[in-house]
């Protein structure tokens, strides 16, 4: 009772901050309205007992992503001449919902076919022992392979970002 | 007993001598002497003679021997249609390439001594070659493809010959009126040998099998196909109404003129009726026509002739008058009859031209019987055979033009066909009158006329030739006079036999013979002490000075018509509209190109929404909403 | 009685509201949260169908979005970065230097 009560409060959560993030004018509004729907949908990987990536969500998505963009807005100093200004925004987004609702129903018609399973607490299913023990041993070669992913993508970022030299 | 392949030979030689004289003539042109390409040219055509007379011979000498072929190879083979190169000669055709070749070889000599010091002397003799060469090849063909092969040779060599002098555009365009009268003519040629091909070519298409076979074509079919087949000898042949070109092609050196717009070309036509004379004989209607078509032919050329000034001109007219007797008489069924008069006429025209060609040479160049006015002692051999010709053709007995003359006149009475015997009787009349209207103005002027040397090569074909017209009428001394027919006997086409009484066929002769002397007589009167040419002062006469308009009323129906068409098109449809659609299409596909470009805006976000729209578009076809 | 599927229902959901973002919006950052909206909801079918199957595999597979998530969005800002200093405006539509030239017009 108690979980399909939170699940409810947290899917309508999602929704709505995802809704206003992509109508805001703002863009702080915006990464704000997305750091909402960060959260509750880390909320439903703990609903699906998935312990481990619940955290990994709520520390380094909707805390260094999302950071990272919210210090960059600021330091890039946005002005208002700077943001487009979008005149027929609300049609847009409406008439782009209306046109997207096939795919949608061709997805959740796909999804149908899945035999129906309850979606209960288990206790130690997600936990990080049990990622962990798959991590190193199914999965270490990939693992190691984002490591270098990463490194990659920190040296690209500075040689990106770095200001021209003056000859 | 020789050897068929003399057949072959026969025509192949003068296409060899062609291809000699026309390799060399494009290599060296005129650097190599003249006495070389004439040899050749001669050379290969008295072989053609010597080998025909050899042919003729051995049907003399072997009385069983009715025909001779020769198959060379096969040529089309399609499903069950074939058709061989093959040669076939009976008694028809060995006459044929008896006169022809012989001619032939004399109108050559004679060329050579004409065509002395004329630019292009090699190319002459070559396209000469290469006519007597397609001429044989229509007479010994033994299917009518191989006819038709040889009658478009003789076409083409026709108009190569007439617009030899081909600096003048006039005379290139008398070649051109020349061979597209022929093409009209030649298609209904073609169209009637499709129709016969499809009908009756069941068994084969030789004219052995044909003949065979002839009374399986349903009987509309054939009268069709005897008429179109008469069309293809209307322009051959310059009948009306495909005749205008004769007159101009006599715009070609004068042996031209005489070798094929006199003995040959353009008898192929009636050659042409007498080897099919076994679907003629199946429709006497078109063979009425036809003598219709002959006599008015003749009368109206004769008419014409009566007033023309240019001496060619006059025996050109003469030619197509002579023409339409023959056409009387294998209209009328009497194939032996016209091939007879094709004979005797070959002979005299042949003089006839060569002796104008003599006479124009000696007055430097000068076509106008009013200018060349001479005395007769001045060109004796000239003289002596032209008055051989001129009477021969004027049906004086006993040379030949009486008897051959005489034969077809007797035989359209016979036929009950009066009209016809009345034309022919006024064009007799005619004939000799325009005839000894040139003769009396030419011949006897003053005698003080400064002349160009004669060639001997020139006078004597003229002396063989006068031999020929005078005694060839004895050929055929029909039975009436004591003789027994041998040549009509001896070439035995499927005549028609009709039967006069004797005093009837005396009667008619006489007639013929009272009716010359009075042509004779008028033109001496009018023309032997003060000839003068024939001015517009009548409305007949300026008829007949304009040859009846004919040139006039074809150019303003068919020649401007179709020029203007011709101008619509090229500037209208060609530049405004097929351009346009051509220009239309590119240019489309240019500024599609820059449509579709103007999608590569470089904005992502553009991108991004046609992928969705893709997206949506395939999940609307897989929710089968579609 | 929530059922595993009704995850992923809300998944394809937010799924869609991203490419409606991606679409619809000129501002770039919005552009680039609504991409990073299309991964988390990726994300949460993968952990949908884990707990669907009970096994971990794809768990570990949401686990790698996330770092290259993480990844993708150092280099993301860091061009955005240099659009803005280059042209001082955050429209998409203003970068087109990739689209088509105006051709001439050829009329031959």
């Known amino acids: 009772m108690l979980i399909e009560f939170i699940f409810i409060a947290l899917s309508l959560i999602t929704l709505i901050s995802a809704l206003g993030m992509i109508s805001f004018h703002q863009p702080i509004n915006s990464v704000l309205s997305f750091i909402v729907t960060l959260l509750s949908i880390a909320g439903l990987f703990a609903l699906l007992s998935s312990s481990f990536i619940f955290i990994v969500q709520v520390i380094i998505y909707a805390g260094a992503i999302m950071s990272l963009i919210l210090f960059v807005i600021m330091f890039l100093n946005i002005k208002e001449k700077n943001i487009p200004n979008e005149p027929k925004k609300a049609l847009w987004i409406s008439g782009s919902l209306i046109a997207i609702s096939p795919f949608t129903l061709l997805l959740v018609n796909a999804l149908k076919t899945l035999p129906q399973k309850e979606a209960t607490i288990i206790n130690g299913f997600g936990s990080i022992e049990a990622i962990g023990r798959e991590l190193f041993s199914k999965w270490v070669l990939p693992f190691e392979m984002i490591s270098i992913l990463l490194l990659i993508a920190l040296l690209g970022a500075i040689v990106l970002a770095k200001k021209e030299q003056n000859r | 007993m020789i050897n068929s392949i003399l057949l072959a030979l026969i025509v192949l030689i003068p296409f060899l001598g062609s291809l000699i004289i026309g390799f060399f003539y494009a290599f060296y042109q005129d650097r190599i002497k003249e006495g070389a390409y004439s040899f050749i040219g001669i050379g290969s055509v008295l072989t053609s003679a010597v080998l025909s007379i050899m042919v003729a011979l051995e049907f003399f000498q072997n009385e069983n021997l009715t025909s001779m072929s020769y198959v060379a190879f096969e040529w089309l083979h399609i499903s069950s249609f074939v058709i061989n190169v093959g040669f076939f000669a009976d008694h028809l055709s060995v006459v044929m390439i008896s006169f022809v070749t012989v001619i032939g070889t004399l109108i050559h000599i004679y060329a050579a001594g004409y065509m002395n010091k004329d630019e292009g002397y090699g190319k002459f003799f070559a396209y000469f070659n290469l006519f007597m060469g397609s001429m044989l090849l229509l007479v010994l063909g033994d299917n009518p493809i191989m006819l038709f092969i040889g009658w478009e040779g003789v076409g083409l060599c026709s108009y190569l010959l007439i617009s030899y002098y081909h600096k003048d555009t006039l005379n290139v365009k008398a070649g051109n009126k020349a061979f597209i009268l022929n093409r009209i003519g030649d298609f209904g040629f073609l169209i009637g040998m499709l129709l016969l091909f499809i009908y009756g070519g069941a068994g084969g298409f030789t004219f052995g099998a044909l003949e065979t076979n002839v009374s399986t074509v349903p009987s509309a079919m054939l009268t069709a196909i005897a008429l179109l087949l008469f069309v293809g000898a209307m322009g051959k042949s310059a009948q009306i109404p495909l005749y205008v070109w004769l007159p101009d092609a006599m715009a070609g050196p004068t042996p031209v003129s005489a070798l094929i717009h006199a003995a040959t070309m353009v008898t192929a036509g009636v050659y042409m009726v007498a080897r099919f004379a076994f679907v003629y004989n199946l429709t006497p209607d078109v063979g009425l026509f036809i003598a219709y078509i002959g006599a008015f032919s003749a009368l109206f050329a004769a008419l014409i002739a009566s007033h023309q000034s240019d001496i060619k001109k006059i025996l050109a007219y003469s030619t197509m008058s002579q023409l339409g007797y023959m056409f009387i008489a294998a209209g009328l069924g009497l194939y032996s009859g016209a091939i007879f008069h094709v004979f005797t006429h070959a002979f005299f025209k042949a003089l006839l031209f060569m002796g104008a060609g003599v006479l124009i040479v000696a007055v430097h160049h000068k076509q106008d019987i009013f200018d060349i006015r001479m005395h007769r002692a001045l060109l004796p051999i000239t003289f002596v055979t032209m008055l051989i010709a001129t009477l021969a053709i004027s049906g004086v007995p006993p040379f030949a033009g009486f008897f051959s003359k005489d034969a077809i006149m007797a035989h359209a009475f016979a036929s009950g066909h009066y009209g016809i015997w009345l034309i022919s009787t006024i064009t007799a009349l005619l004939t000799a009158y325009y005839m000894f209207r040139l003769f009396f103005t030419v011949f006897f002027g003053a005698r003080e006329k400064e002349l160009h040397k004669i060639n001997s090569s020139m006078q004597l074909p003229l002396i063989i030739l006068a031999i020929g017209a005078a005694l060839t009428g004895l050929l055929n001394l029909p039975h009436f006079l004591g003789g027994e027919n041998q040549f009509s006997n001896w070439i035995s086409t499927p005549d028609k036999a009709l039967h006069l009484s004797i005093s009837a066929e005396w009667v008619l002769t006489t007639l013929n013979v009272i009716l010359s002397g009075i042509g004779i007589f008028f033109a001496w009167k009018h023309f032997g002490r003060n000839p003068q040419p024939s001015n517009a002062q009548s409305s007949i006469n300026n008829l007949l000075l304009n040859k009846f308009y004919v040139d006039e009323v074809y150019d303003t129906i068919f020649v401007k018509n179709i020029r203007r068409l011709s101008y619509f098109f090229s500037t209208i449809i060609d530049v405004r509209v097929i351009s346009e659609i051509i220009k239309q299409s590119s240019s489309g596909y240019f500024r599609l190109g820059v449509i579709t470009g103007r999608m590569q805006n470089g904005n992502v976000r553009f991108y991004a929404l046609y992928m969705v729209a893709g997206i949506i578009g395939m999940s609307i076809y897989l929710l089968e909403f579609l | ?108």
Do not use: C, H
């Not at chain 3, 929530?2 to 394809?12: E, G, N, P, R, W």
């Not at chain 3, 680039?32 to 597979?61: H, K, P």
């Not at chain 3, 150092?74 to 087109?96: G, H, P, Q, W």
């Open chain 3, 1 to 108: 009685m929530i059922f595993v599927t009704d995850y992923m229902i809300l998944a394809v959901l937010l799924f869609s509201i991203g490419i409606v973002g991606v679409v619809s919006r000129r501002n770039i950052i919005v552009l680039y949260m609504s991409i990073e909206l299309m991964l988390n909801a990726i994300n949460l079918i993968f952990v949908a169908l884990s707990r669907q199957f009970e096994q971990l595999d794809t768990q570990i597979a949401a686990l790698m979005v996330i770092a290259i998530a993480a990844a993708e969005a150092a280099i993301f800002l860091a061009v955005i970065v240099l659009l803005f200093r280059n042209r001082r405006s955050l429209d998409a539509n203003v970068f087109t230097l990739l689209g088509q030239r105006e051709q001439p017009k050829n009329d031959k």
